[in-house]
């Protein structure tokens, strides 16, 4: 078998990227690759999902209140236990579990970073075979080094921080990364069992042709998010359309796809949920930094998304991320503007 020997996997660009800061200590290299790692795992599982048993619910309950798929356990239970293992992590938080974990020894009380990580995003369509991901966090920790992580690691504003990232599972796997120097996109080559690099330096256009939000929540939702969602459907000066609605129902599939060609997503809150559904710390906060670096923007319809300060693991928030020129338009609606 021939290898390409221009196209990098994972583990030789971070290290590349190493290279180029001879201070740096390396745990955070160390730390992706670990990702990586556990990415690869659940991969595996995903793809025989329906050979196996571990599609369907797992008979329990997790702390919004949503049913627990067993493939959202096994997720889980991979990542942390990669993390765990490793060398780079000194605890995580994760949407499945109630509270954070810490990992309480020598090795990762001197650990640099905690990670948040939302194990399975759109887990609701394990069973119909639609794609899912997951999504990842990386904070460097303020508590003291050489000691257990504490809870304040975890409860930080998104513009601080150093990584972030996702795995889509669909037609083939991608992890898509960003540290404050660029976007990466790497796809998983089945035939060496690597990710390699496929979307170097990813840049978000500043306008796409797609919108993506639950229609059957329109009338649940504010006067202005309903006029620009009607906007978004007529041809106008404003905004430029008419857009094409696609919303997939996993929001990490819906985020790169606008994130690569173009788009808006819109999770708005509802007049019986105004603190919308997805959960700051591991789904809206590391995607606005990824678009963000790429270009986009993304807000909860007040303030932008990654100056909010959080008070809780499980924090949920209204989101409307995705291309600029797109989230420009928007922001006129929701000042009233238009």
């Known amino acids: 078998m021939m290898v390409n020997r221009n196209i990098l996997t994972l583990d030789e660009f971070t290290i590349q990227q190493l290279r180029q800061f001879p201070k740096a200590t390396g745990e955070l290299s160390s730390l992706l690759r670990d990702i990586g790692l556990a990415a690869k795992r659940v991969n595996v599982e995903v793809n025989k999902a329906g050979l196996v048993d571990i599609l369907g619910d797992a008979g329990s ?58 194990p399975l ?5 394990i069973d119909v075979n639609v794609s899912i991901g997951t999504i990842f966090s990386v904070y460097k920790r303020v508590s003291e080094k050489g000691k257990p992580c504490v809870k304040e690691d975890f409860l930080q504003p998104g513009n601080r921080q150093v990584a972030a990232g996702y795995v889509i599972y669909g037609s083939s796997t991608m992890l898509v990364y960003a540290t404050r120097r660029g976007v990466n996109g790497f796809t998983l080559d089945p035939s060496i069992g690597e ?28 006067e202005k998010v309903r006029r620009y969602i009607d906007g978004c459907q007529r041809k106008t000066k404003d905004t430029g359309g008419p857009y094409t609605q696609r919303y997939i129902g996993s929001m990490v599939a819906d985020v790169h796809r606008n994130l690569i ?19 700051l710390l591991y789904e809206a906060n590391p995607c606005a930094f990824i678009v963000e670096v790429a270009g986009g923007a993304a807000t909860d319809g007040v303030q932008r998304i990654l100056d909010i300060q959080p008070t809780e693991l499980h ?13 420009d338009e928007l922001e006129l609606y929701l000042q009233a503007k238009i």
């Not at 060609?261 to 509802?270: E, H, L, R, S």
């Not at 924090?315 to 989230?327: A, C, D, H, V």
């Open 61 to 118: 309950v997790n702390v919004q209140g949503e049913d627990v798929k067993k493939l959202d356990v096994y997720a889980n239970n991979h990542f942390m236990g990669v993390l765990k293992h490793g060398i780079s992590c000194a605890g995580i938080g994760s949407e499945e579990l109630d509270d954070f974990v810490v990992f309480n020894d020598e090795v990762s009380n001197n650990s640099k970073y905690v990670v948040l990580f939302d």
């Open 121 to 125: 995003d759109g887990s609701g369509n």
């Open 195 to 222: 990710f390699s690099l496929s979307h170097p330096n990813i840049q978000c256009p500043e306008y796409g042709m797609f919108y993506s939000v639950n229609h059957g929540n329109f009338f649940r939702y504010d």
């Open 261 to 279: 060609k173009g788009g808006i997503f819109m999770y708005p809150g509802t007049v019986d949920k105004p603190k919308g559904k997805l959960r």
């Open 315 to 327: 924090q949920r928030t209204p989101l409307f991320i995705g291309s600029k020129g797109m989230m």
